[in-house]
């Protein structure tokens, strides 16, 4: 009976093996669908591109910039004519402000046909950027008609109705106003914000001096009050023996330099002379680096004077403490002059403070006042200023944006690292800040460009 059994079994398993294996399946796809023209998406993106390049802040800021002096030299010009009126005797005195109001009569005109300039400029740009738009319009909605499945046009109804939502939660829960910031005793309570860009130019010498500074005097000799400064790093954008003089902000924005230069001394770089950057002119007088040592000086304008006052023994100069990012040391910037409300300051660091930030009062006659010491290290933070006796500093975020970051109240000793007040810059880096009490406006000196924000308070 077993032997019935296992003959069958083994005939099965012979059968099996000589049954030949299945043929492999094979799936044909027809696509019905019209290829998708990714030559014709990327041209697009180009011309995107190409658009987005031509129109940038700084087109804009440079009409604004414009009208902003012509706005402020005609009411100085009619003040001028008016009192040309007034002492029309016949003498010299009538003479000399008849050759003034030529003078900014000149002006004036140099500003409108720049100005007229930039405006043609601006509606031809206009004409042309309307007419790619168009062009680019017309040719996205033409590659819409391949998405048959309509995923582009569902990502737009979501994005839609994530920005209603955003919208109903913003109006139920209203962004709550930042806290109290420190501000010391400030006539002008408390700093809040920084507006755009007020003012954008290249000067007199566009793209020629990559380091600098500018602004005005806060405390100007009389007859002064409206006059502008600059100073340029001529050699090889670490010293200068000159500052340059304008008579207005208009001036400055057309590059009429009147009166021009005031010489420190004839040869560049030598004792006394000016090293770095950060400079700053108060009560017609220059406070800078002096050349080749740990000591500011200070040039008097009218004397044409030079004194010093040394700063404490291990402090950093000759580019040892400067001013930094991740990518880029500020050269010669280790000492950081300031002036606000109350005067004169100095920031500067020391090897006993491991490279914290040193901040001191600058005194009349020429002294170092009161000293604070702060937390903050110097080169992790890119520029500083001084409002109302408030140090501020501010950091690298990226090519368009500055963050002013930190702040010490010398009223109070009081630190602050979460300020997060962000300046929407018109070039990567910043050289130069200088506060101007006199109309609460911060000046930068970027790339060989001169900009200016309002800073806002509450």
């Not at 502008?228 to 924005?253: A, C, D, E, P, Q």
């Not at 050349?291 to 004077?305: E, H, I, P, S």
């Not at 602050?416 to 130069?432: D, E, P, Q, T, V």
């Given at each position: 009976m077993k032997l019935h059994v296992i003959v069958p079994l083994c005939a099965l398993f012979s059968l099996t093996q000589q049954t030949p294996s299945r043929d492999k399946c094979v799936c044909e796809l027809t696509h019905s669908e019209k290829a998708f023209p990714h030559d014709r998406l990327s041209t697009v993106e180009d011309d995107a591109s190409k658009c987005n390049s031509n129109i940038t802040p700084q087109k804009t800021v440079e009409l604004e910039s414009l009208l902003l002096g012509l706005e402020k030299r005609l009411p100085q010009l009619e003040k001028d004519v008016s009192e040309l009126k007034r002492e029309d005797d016949g003498q010299l005195s009538s003479v000399l402000s008849l050759l003034v109001v030529e003078n900014e009569l000149l002006e004036i005109k140099q500003l409108i046909n720049r100005l007229n300039i930039t405006m043609l400029g601006h509606q031809r740009l206009t004409t042309n950027t309307t007419k790619e738009l168009d062009d680019l319009r017309a040719e996205m909605q033409e590659l819409e008609t391949y998405d048959t499945m309509q995923v582009v046009k569902r990502q737009q109804d979501n994005q839609n109705l994530k920005r209603d939502l955003d919208q109903c939660r913003n109006g139920l829960y209203p962004t709550a106003q930042p806290t109290e910031q420190p501000h010391g005793h400030c006539p002008h309570s408390q700093f809040r914000n920084i507006s755009g860009p007020r003012v954008y130019t290249a000067g007199e010498y566009p793209g020629s001096y990559k380091y600098g500074a500018w602004g005005r005097d806060p405390k100007p000799a009389a007859g002064k009050?409206?006059?502008?400064?600059?100073?340029?790093?001529?050699?090889?954008?670490?010293?200068?023996?000159?500052?340059?003089?304008?008579?207005?902000?208009?001036?400055?924005?057309?590059?009429?330099?009147?009166?021009?230069?005031?010489?420190?001394?004839?040869?560049?770089?030598t004792t006394n002379t000016i090293q770095g950057p950060n400079v700053v002119l108060y009560g017609d007088a220059l406070y800078y680096n002096c050349?080749?040592?740990?000591?500011?000086?200070?040039?008097?304008?009218?004397?044409?004077?030079v004194t010093t006052v040394q700063l404490p023994k291990g402090t950093r100069f000759n580019s040892k403490g400067n001013f930094c990012h991740l990518d880029e040391c500020y050269a010669f910037t280790d000492l950081d002059l300031a002036t606000d409300e109350s005067g004169v300051w100095v920031i500067y660091t020391t090897t006993q403070d491991f490279g914290n930030i040193v901040l001191s009062k600058v005194e009349e006659p020429l002294a170092l006042g009161q000293t604070w010491r702060t937390s903050v290290y110097k080169q992790a933070v890119t520029n500083t200023f001084m409002a109302c006796g408030v140090l501020y500093a501010t950091r690298y975020v990226n090519k368009d944006t500055e963050e002013i970051f930190y702040s010490f109240d010398t009223t109070t000793g009081e630190e602050?690292?979460?300020?997060?007040?962000?300046?929407?810059?018109?070039?990567?880096?910043?050289?130069?800040l200088n506060y101007s009490p006199v109309d609460q406006m911060l000046h930068a000196y970027c790339d060989s460009y001169m900009v200016s924000y309002k800073i806002l308070f509450s």
């Open positions: 009050e409206n006059w502008h400064w600059m100073v340029l790093l001529t050699s090889g954008n670490k010293h200068s023996n000159y500052v340059r003089f304008y008579s207005s902000l208009s001036s400055l924005i057309v590059g009429v330099s009147t009166p021009g230069n005031v010489q420190i001394h004839s040869s560049n770089p050349y080749n040592q740990d000591a500011v000086c200070r040039f008097n304008l009218t004397t044409k004077g602050r690292f979460n300020l997060g007040i962000f300046i929407n810059k018109m070039s990567s880096n910043i050289y130069a």
